[in-house]
């Protein structure tokens, strides 16, 4: 774990919205312009990324996206993640990474219906799942702050 200590956490910078999978991206052309929003969402992003993502993805691209905070100064972070084939145990797999780095972040999920029902209930439960889990691991002691939190996403209201 990189121990950046309570003084370094309470001087940096906040991030208070961040998609660290996003980073995946990077580089991965695409076909042709997207004509519109929707376009670029359901001819590239849905497909070509969020569908596509696993734990193993997931933890890769929560250390690139956390060695690119520390080194920009930000501390502390708030991340949406949406993989909705990596359910169960995604923002767990985060999770693991944040905590290895020892930035302050809240994980959430976005839970959808976009791929169907069932995979909505699976995201609300994946929150759920998460939040009760990092509040059973409250270890402040002394100068360590809690670190890691979850959330119940509220992201996108327009994807079902």
Same mark, same amino acid.
């Not at 849905?46 to 060695?67: K, P, Q, V």
């Not at 839970?111 to 009760?132: C, H, P």
């Given at each position: 774990? +990189?121990?950046?200590? *309570?003084? #370094?956490? &309470?001087?940096? !910078?906040?991030? &208070? /919205?961040?998609?660290?999978?996003? +980073?995946? #991206?990077?580089?991965?052309?695409?076909?042709?312009?997207?004509?519109?929003?929707? *376009?670029?969402?359901?001819?590239?992003?849905?497909?070509? $990324?969020?569908?596509?993502?696993?734990?193993? %993805?997931?933890?890769?691209? %929560?250390?690139?996206?956390?060695?690119? %905070? $520390?080194?920009?100064?930000?501390?502390?972070? !708030?991340?949406?993640?949406?993989? =909705?084939?990596?359910?169960?145990?995604?923002?767990?797999? @985060?999770?693991?990474? +944040?905590?290895?780095?020892?930035?302050?972040g809240m994980l959430c999920f976005e839970a959808t219906e976009r791929v169907n029902a069932?995979?909505?209930?699976?995201?609300?439960?994946?929150? +759920?799942? !998460?939040?009760?889990?990092? @509040?059973?691991?409250?270890?402040?002691?002394?100068? &360590? =702050? @809690?670190?890691?939190?979850?959330?119940?996403? /509220? /992201?996108?209201?327009?994807?079902?």
């Amino acid at each position: 774990m +990189v121990d950046l200590g *309570a003084k #370094a956490l &309470s001087a940096g !910078f906040v991030d &208070s /919205h961040r998609h660290c999978y996003g +980073v995946l #991206a990077h580089g991965i052309p695409a076909d042709n312009a997207p004509e519109d929003f929707w *376009a670029f969402l359901n001819d590239f992003w849905w497909g070509r $990324i969020e569908d596509r993502l696993d734990h193993d %993805m997931l933890r890769a691209a %929560m250390n690139l996206a956390c060695y690119d %905070m $520390i080194r920009s100064g930000v501390t502390t972070f !708030f991340d949406c993640l949406e993989a =909705p084939n990596a359910l169960p145990g995604g923002l767990h797999a @985060q999770g693991e990474v +944040v905590q290895h780095w020892g930035l302050r972040g809240m994980l959430c999920f976005e839970a959808t219906e976009r791929v169907n029902a069932a995979n909505g209930e699976l995201g609300l439960q994946e929150n +759920v799942d !998460f939040i009760r889990a990092c @509040q059973k691991t409250v270890t402040s002691v002394g100068d &360590s =702050p @809690q670190l890691l939190y979850g959330a119940m996403c /509220h /992201h996108t209201t327009f994807t079902w």
